[in-house]
């Protein structure tokens, strides 16, 4: 009787994580399906907005260096901001804080940044 119980249970956890996992938001991958977000011209919830989020993601990891023997935080974030005129541009201006003391260190590994525009239909990367 108590491994039915136990049977039952663990079924009925794993149904149930199966439905948050499936939850989870669809993230878009870099530079892929921005057509519609070129497109756009003004903001459906604020018509005087001069630039939009359209999307910000961020995921953290603990990892471990075997080679200084110690654990780091690897930070990664996917933003996509969309200017809609010439007063958005400060809107692409970002700063990413590095932390600095006598014994810690930040360091930024590697940052990507694209711009596109929608030139005769045609997507360009600049």
């Given at each position: 009787?108590?491994?039915?119980?136990?049977?039952?249970?663990?079924?009925?956890?794993l149904?149930?994580?199966?439905?948050?996992?499936?939850?989870?938001?669809?993230?878009p991958?870099?530079?892929?399906?921005?057509?519609?977000?070129?497109?756009?011209?003004?903001?459906?919830?604020?018509?005087?907005?001069?630039?939009?989020?359209?999307?910000?993601n961020?995921?953290?990891?603990?990892?471990?260096?075997?080679?200084?023997?110690?654990?780091?935080?690897?930070?990664?974030?996917?933003t996509?901001?969309?200017?809609?005129?010439?007063?958005?541009?400060e809107?692409?201006?970002?700063?990413?804080p590095?932390?600095r003391?006598?014994?810690?260190?930040?360091?930024?590994?590697s940052f990507?940044?694209?711009?596109?525009?929608?030139?005769?239909?045609?997507?360009?990367k600049?």
């Open positions: 009787m108590k491994s039915f119980i136990s049977a039952l249970l663990l079924s009925f956890s149904f149930y994580c199966q439905n948050l996992i499936a939850q989870l938001p669809k993230i991958k870099y530079g892929k399906d921005i057509e519609n977000d070129l497109k756009m011209n003004t903001c459906a919830m604020d018509s005087s907005a001069h630039a939009v989020v359209l999307f910000d961020g995921s953290s990891i603990i990892k471990y260096n075997t080679q200084q023997g110690g654990f780091y935080v690897e930070i990664n974030r996917h996509r901001i969309k200017i809609l005129d010439k007063d958005g541009l809107y692409a201006n970002i700063s990413i590095i932390y003391s006598s014994n810690l260190e930040e360091q930024l590994g990507k940044a694209v711009t596109y525009n929608l030139k005769d239909g045609k997507i360009e600049v």
